[in-house]
């Protein structure tokens, strides 16, 4: 019975226009937090700085080199 309800729920939220998952990270914050550590502040405190969570900015550093190591 909870799995239908849930599965019922999931349904009804989809059919409104609802999506799963976490919203992505603000691009420009993103950039902004790449910038500082250029520069060469800790990812930490880049992070700390623009608002963001520090293993979404190393999540970030490792895909952009992930990027960079496929071209």
Do not use: H, N
């Not at 309800?5 to 609802?18: E, H, I, K, P, Q």
């Not at 914050?29 to 900015?57: C, E, M, N, P, Y």
């Amino acid at each position: 019975m909870l799995r239908e309800r849930t599965r019922d729920g999931l349904a009804a939220a989809r059919a409104r226009g609802r999506i799963g998952g976490q919203r992505p990270a603000d691009a420009d914050k993103l950039d902004a937090a790449r910038t500082l550590i250029r520069s060469g502040v800790s990812a930490s405190q880049a992070a700390r700085t623009v608002g963001l969570g520090r293993s979404t900015v190393y999540r970030a550093l490792r895909d952009e080199i992930a990027e960079q190591a496929a071209s």
